[in-house]
């Protein structure tokens, strides 16, 4: 199982997270408050998925770290120092701008709600693993890297799983769906913390990101020990490069 071996020679660090966001962001955490642009080849590379992310920043509610490519870093300041403070600048706007710095013409800035844990929910644990690319899984868990979590009914059709996005050897973001038939038993916590356990224990962090208006996948997180500790994503996400 291509992504399952990926993830086993994962090497015990004091903190993986910042380890993580290290690697993720070109810097962490950075020297006082206020916007930090790093200049990062990660930037230039391709992610999980194979797409090339050409800026990731993170806020903690005192300093925000962005990595853009190197010989960016003061182009993207110039746009993004006024705009993470005054929110009346559009979104479309500021993606505009950053679209044609960073050769993405079309992209769309945003923001997520960054979680992670490292004491998830005293929940009984649930599903199986399989290979993302397994057929009764729905399509959206075929890209992930580091195998499914899923959970099937007796006929074997999906009814819940969890994807593992493995960005790096200390973080792997967790992304979870639930068929409509299947919702309100409480299988999306579950599965949530089994796969956080399995991610601890091989000595990454599990992460979780949603839409701020994804009020449900709030609810799953908060209940399976992920909480809301102020921290922001900020992402240039579409476009095509020119």
């Not at 993830?7 to 910042?18: E, F, I």
């Not at 679209?99 to 649930?126: K, M, N, Q, V, Y």
């Not at 007796?154 to 973080?171: I, M, N, Q, S, T």
Request: include cysteine.
């Amino acid at each position: 199982m291509r992504g399952l071996q990926r993830v086993a020679c994962c090497r015990v660090v004091a903190d993986p997270l910042t380890e993580h966001l290290r690697r993720w962001l070109g810097e962490w955490p950075a020297d006082g408050p206020g916007l930090h642009v790093v200049g990062t080849e990660q930037r230039t590379e391709p992610d999980w998925d194979g797409r090339v992310s050409p800026l990731r920043g993170l806020s903690d509610g005192a300093r925000t770290v962005v990595g853009v490519p190197p010989g960016t870093e003061e182009a993207v300041r110039t746009v993004l120092d006024p705009a993470l403070f005054d929110h009346r600048i559009p979104r479309r706007e500021l993606g505009r701008r950053l679209g044609e710095l960073l050769d993405r013409p079309g992209a769309a800035f945003g923001h997520a709600i960054f979680r992670w844990s490292t004491a998830p929910a005293p929940l009984e644990s649930l599903g199986t693993w399989v290979d993302a690319r397994d057929p009764r899984l729905p399509e959206w868990l075929h890209p992930f890297n580091g195998g499914v979590l899923a959970v099937f009914d007796p006929r074997g059709a999906y009814l819940a799983g969890v994807g593992r996005k493995v960005h790096d050897e200390f973080g792997h973001e967790i992304a979870v769906g639930t068929t409509p038939a299947a919702r309100g038993r409480g299988l999306a916590r579950r599965l949530v913390v089994t796969a956080a356990r399995r991610i601890l224990a091989e000595g990454a962090v599990p992460t979780y990101l949603h839409d701020p208006t994804n009020h449900a996948s709030a609810r799953v997180a908060v209940s399976a020990g992920f909480p809301d500790r102020g921290w922001r994503l900020h992402g240039l996400w579409g476009g095509q490069p020119g």
